[in-house]
């Protein structure tokens, strides 16, 4: 495989005389298989070359790399800014090293690392997990946000010293949630105090701490409904939409992304786990399976939406993967969640829209507005959302600015 590789005798010799020479061939071939581009699998080869040649300078073999001499090598590459990250990017150089590990691994060069039994605190998460999943029916999402919540709570009432519940004080609980919120937005301050509630319920279920101390989470105050949904305007979601006018495959896919997002209302999330068999074509429906709400609904397909799905339908990639949407450039991966919002996101910044309103829950914002405007009951707007209360609903209410100007009174000494 490397005699076909590269073509500048330097760099063939430089292959020839790696310390990983053995497994640089293999390694390109399993990276052909998965159909990787041959400019990939190249810079994929040579960041192997360079890790193993780090190895060998701290006299160690490709077979001697284990997860600490790995995180060591990562460490030593640096990072650069940017990228949202708040430690910094990994050079591309890291994605290579990352591949021909995992490929040593499920090659049998290199063993897996030996399963440490969990410790008590995260045997009580895994507990927590399981109640949050079966009693409570959260969805992943949700149960990760509250075991983090859980986590946090552990570390700082107790550190790494045994766990002795009956030290859990309402005290405690008050300053862990005060120091939550206390550099969270409004918006975001219900969350830790939802995730700590629903931990103390747990507990008491378990028997672990008395009865009534879930009642010392002190309550953060919010007023409901206090702020406005964010939504754009029909002429501003037509600029989003005309953006994807190219007939590049990337364009092409991401035109139906938005318009999922625009049209239907769809989660980012709902977007990516949408596969090949919920699009009824036949009844000219869209199968959503529960997501965060727990609810299976029928969406129709559009005369936007439906055009938009087949164009990209006819333009993506050969895979068996099931999932409607992925990965434009090999190896051809399902879209994530954070892939969907960051599609919506860079079309939004593009359009010259504020940063406030570059998210993809903006579009699902202007769906539910423009429904309610157009007198759709919340019935009707929380069947197509996927929302489990009314009361989710409810806040679009306020965006109703016709209907409600016939509610108002007039101003006492206003012109009448």
Same mark, same amino acid.
């Given at each position: ?96 090293a990352h591949g021909f590990f ?23 998460v895994a507990s927590y997990d ?11 999402g949700t149960r990760q946000c ?114 999922? %997002?625009? #049209?239907? $209302? *769809?989660?980012? @999330?709902?977007?990516? !786990?949408?596969?090949?068999? +919920?699009?009824?074509?036949? &009844? ?63 079309? %939004?910044? #593009?359009? $010259? *829209?504020?940063? @406030?309103?570059?998210? !993809?829950?903006?579009?699902? +914002?202007?769906?539910?507005? &423009? ?46």
């Amino acid at each position: 495989m490397l005699e076909g590789l590269v073509h500048r005798k330097q760099d063939h010799a430089r292959l020839e005389a790696s310390p990983a020479r053995d497994h640089l061939g293999p390694f390109a071939t399993a990276l052909l298989e998965k159909h990787y581009r041959h400019k990939t699998i190249v810079r994929y080869v040579f960041s192997a070359d360079r890790l193993s040649r780090w190895l060998q300078r701290r006299g160690r073999t490709v077979q001697q790399l284990d997860e600490p001499a790995f995180a060591a090598y990562l460490h030593g590459l640096g990072r650069r800014r940017g990228g949202g990250r708040a430690n910094g990017l990994l050079p591309t150089t890291a994605a290579g090293a990352h591949g021909f590990f995992a490929f040593l691994r499920q090659s049998g060069v290199i063993r897996a690392p030996i399963l440490v039994p969990a410790t008590e605190a995260e045997q009580w998460v895994a507990s927590y997990d399981r109640y949050l999943e079966h009693a409570a029916g959260l969805s992943a999402g949700t149960r990760q946000c509250y075991r983090r919540h859980a986590r946090l709570l552990i570390a700082q009432c107790f550190g790494g010293q045994p766990l002795d519940w009956t030290a859990l004080t309402a005290d405690s609980l008050a300053e862990f949630v005060r120091q939550t919120v206390a550099n969270l937005k409004p918006w975001a301050n219900r969350l830790p105090v939802t995730a700590v509630r629903a931990f103390i319920r747990f507990l008491v279920s378990s028997g672990a701490v008395r009865s009534g101390l879930e009642g010392a989470v002190p309550t953060v105050r919010q007023w409901k409904h206090a702020s406005l949904p964010k939504a754009l305007t029909p002429e501003e979601v037509q600029r989003v939409l005309s953006l994807c006018d190219s007939d590049t495959t990337v364009a092409v896919r991401d035109r139906a992304v938005l318009m999922l %997002l625009a #049209r239907l $209302g *769809l989660r980012a @999330g709902e977007v990516a !786990a949408l596969q090949i068999e +919920h699009v009824r074509w036949s &009844q000219g429906e869209l199968l959503i399976v529960p997501g965060k709400s727990g609810r299976e609904r029928l969406l129709p397909l559009s005369d936007e939406v439906g055009p938009a799905l087949v164009a990209y339908l006819q333009r993506r990639p050969q895979s068996n993967d099931r999932h409607v949407f992925l990965c434009v450039w090999p190896p051809h991966r399902p879209l994530a969640s954070s892939s969907v919002s960051a599609i919506a996101s860079r079309y %939004l910044r #593009r359009a $010259g *829209l504020p940063t @406030g309103h570059c998210s !993809a829950h903006v579009l699902r +914002h202007t769906v539910a507005t &423009q429904m309610v405007r157009q007198g759709v009951s919340f019935k009707q707007v929380a069947d197509v959302l996927g929302h489990a209360r009314l009361e989710t609903t409810a806040i679009y209410a306020k965006l109703d600015l016709e209907t409600l100007s016939r509610l108002a009174l007039p101003f006492p000494g206003g012109v009448p």
